[in-house]
């Protein structure tokens, strides 16, 4: 695993954009795992300001998220589409149609979480993979568990992962405790990986992640395993 320490959170976005950027303009058609939350939100206003330079065109790209909540709509202001259509879709000149996210108003989880298999699979492999890490350590929402997903899969989220996600929410607004995940597998068919870490309370997982152990009582530690992962972090998180 390579390691790029940063001064900052500004930094961290930058060297983050930076890696985006580089694959877009080097790919013909680059498929691009993307991730939500709040840490990659500088990294989205990163590339916005470049696409409105000139500097990239997004028209090629085709996108995977990671996951979703669920149920929610996707146009409620906290579902996993409306951020990304705010933070970077609708910003951009990216085609929607090869923007892919799970459903989380599909009638039926399961079901919607297979044909997002199908989705991934149909497009061969992920260019570069973008990974947020959890307080407890899980990627995506693979969340801690004696054991984890290959693929896609529907997770009952950990009380720390709601009560980290209860900021985004209002006083009394219900928190979702599910969601739809892609799984570790299909994270591991990117060729490449970069993970993004900010803040003290990211420095407990990213300790484990650089322990040189391996256990699924902190998912991103297996990503030891991937031959090609970069750790974006500032100092306050390792």
């Known amino acids: 695993m390579k390691i790029i320490q940063c001064k900052d959170y500004d930094e961290i976005s930058t060297a983050a954009a930076n ?85 989380g108003n599909a009638a039926d989880p399961y079901d919607e979480c297979a044909k997002y298999d199908s989705v991934l ?27 984890l997903y290959l693929g896609t899969h529907v997770t009952r989220l950990s009380d720390s992962t709601v009560k ?6 209002s006083e009394g607004e219900k928190i979702p405790d599910r969601a739809l995940t892609m ?8 060729d490449k990986i970069i993970l993004l870490a900010s803040g003290d309370s990211k420095k407990d997982a990213v300790k484990q992640v650089l322990s040189g152990k391996l256990t699924t009582s902190c998912p991103a530690t297996l990503l030891n395993l991937h031959p090609d992962v970069t750790l974006i972090c500032d100092s306050d998180a390792m």
């Open 19 to 103: 890696e985006v950027a580089r694959v877009i303009r080097e790919k013909r058609r680059p498929v691009l795992g993307l991730a939500t939350g709040s840490t990659p939100v500088g990294m989205y206003e990163k590339l916005v300001r470049m696409y409105g330079k000139g500097e990239l065109d997004f028209s090629g790209v085709t996108s995977v998220n990671l996951d979703e909540y669920y149920p929610i709509s996707p146009d409620n202001v906290q579902s996993y589409r409306y951020y990304m259509n705010n933070k970077l879709f609708d910003r951009v000149n990216i085609d929607k149609n090869n923007t892919y996210i799970p459903n």
């Open 183 to 190: 799984g570790i597998g299909s994270i591991f068919k990117a």
């Open 121 to 147: 699979d149909s497009l061969g492999k992920i260019d570069l993979q973008v990974l947020g890490i959890g307080r407890n350590g899980h990627i995506g929402f693979n969340e801690p568990d004696e054991s």
């Open 164 to 169: 980290a996600n209860s900021r985004f929410f």
